[in-house]
């Protein structure tokens, strides 16, 4: 899966924009890693949302413990990849019918958040346990979300091309080409928000997260940690 997103709608992370300074590489533009994406991908689908958002998906090579879907309701947008273990509990909760899928519930758990605040954001995506990433990005207040699971069983990273557009992918080569340094493993266990104050953990929600520059050998150029987080492995 692929969103793109304009800097009118989100600000490239500082310690992004830095990891890239530090090693210049190259890098394409937002328009050239779309297409590369569709390329590589057979029945790849590709939505334009508005003037500043792009989507993509593709069920090509995808596991299927953990598959990828899309879907959109009230300008609500959302990609998603893996499985939720309590969907039918949640869909309960949300009073969702009993055929929701996990883009549908993701939708819903992004409008409670959105239009009952304060609402903590850190509950709402506590409360979802499997293995799971998604995207979502609300047209109406030109709003992104983007979470990824405790463990991080599911790949998520971001980057930013060389026209300024903040990237998240599922493929890390796909991002590599088009971002070079200025790439980074999306953090486990952590969400971020562009109405909600940028990059925060879900579980440790005090916790501060900080980026260490990577050293020269590795294919990212920053990595992002949790202080006082316990990692947990695969």
Same mark, same amino acid.
């Given at each position: 899966?692929?969103?793109?997103?304009? @800097?009118?709608?989100?600000?490239?992370?500082?310690?992004?924009?830095?990891?890239?300074?530090?090693?210049?590489?190259?890098?394409?533009?937002?328009?050239?890693?779309? #297409?590369?994406?569709?390329?590589?991908?057979?029945?790849?689908?590709?939505?334009?949302? @508005?003037?500043?958002?792009?989507?993509?998906?593709? /069920? /090509? #090579?995808?596991?299927?413990?953990?598959?990828?879907?899309?879907?959109?309701?009230?300008?609500?947008?959302?990609?998603?990849?893996?499985?939720?273990?309590?969907?039918?509990?949640?869909?309960?909760?949300?009073?969702?019918?009993? #055929?929701?899928?996990?883009?549908?519930?993701?939708?819903?758990?992004?409008?409670?958040?959105?239009?009952?605040?304060?609402?903590?954001?850190?509950?709402?995506?506590?409360?979802?346990? @499997?293995?799971?990433?998604?995207?979502?990005?609300?047209?109406? !207040?030109? !709003?992104?979300?983007?979470?990824?699971?405790?463990?991080?069983?599911?790949?998520?990273?971001?980057?930013? !091309?060389?026209?300024?557009?903040?990237?998240?992918?599922?493929?890390?080569?796909?991002? =590599? @080409?088009?971002?070079? =340094?200025?790439?980074?493993?999306?953090?486990?266990?952590?969400?971020?928000?562009?109405?909600?104050?940028?990059?925060?953990?879900?579980?440790?929600?005090? #916790?501060?997260?900080?980026?260490?520059?990577?050293?020269?050998?590795?294919?990212?150029?920053?990595?992002?940690?949790?202080?006082?987080? !316990?990692?947990?492995?695969?």
């Amino acid at each position: 899966m692929l969103g793109i997103f304009s @800097g009118a709608i989100v600000s490239p992370p500082e310690e992004l924009v830095a990891a890239g300074s530090r090693t210049p590489s190259p890098k394409t533009t937002g328009a050239t890693l779309v #297409n590369r994406f569709v390329d590589k991908n057979p029945s790849a689908v590709s939505v334009q949302v @508005g003037d500043f958002v792009q989507l993509a998906y593709s /069920h /090509h #090579n995808e596991s299927p413990l953990r598959p990828r879907s899309f879907g959109a309701k009230d300008e609500i947008f959302c990609l998603f990849q893996g499985s939720l273990d309590n969907l039918g509990s949640l869909k309960q909760q949300y009073g969702l019918a009993k #055929n929701a899928n996990e883009v549908l519930l993701v939708i819903e758990a992004y409008k409670t958040l959105r239009d009952r605040a304060p609402y903590p954001a850190n509950h709402v995506v506590a409360h979802l346990s @499997g293995d799971f990433a998604f995207v979502v990005f609300d047209k109406s !207040t030109s !709003t992104l979300f983007v979470a990824s699971d405790q463990v991080g069983k599911v790949p998520l990273y971001w980057g930013i !091309t060389a026209d300024g557009y903040v990237a998240f992918a599922d493929d890390v080569d796909l991002l =590599k @080409g088009a971002c070079g =340094k200025s790439l980074a493993s999306f953090p486990q266990g952590c969400y971020y928000s562009t109405a909600l104050g940028g990059l925060r953990s879900f579980e440790n929600p005090k #916790n501060k997260i900080t980026a260490i520059p990577a050293n020269e050998e590795e294919i990212w150029g920053a990595t992002f940690k949790v202080e006082g987080a !316990t990692v947990l492995a695969d």
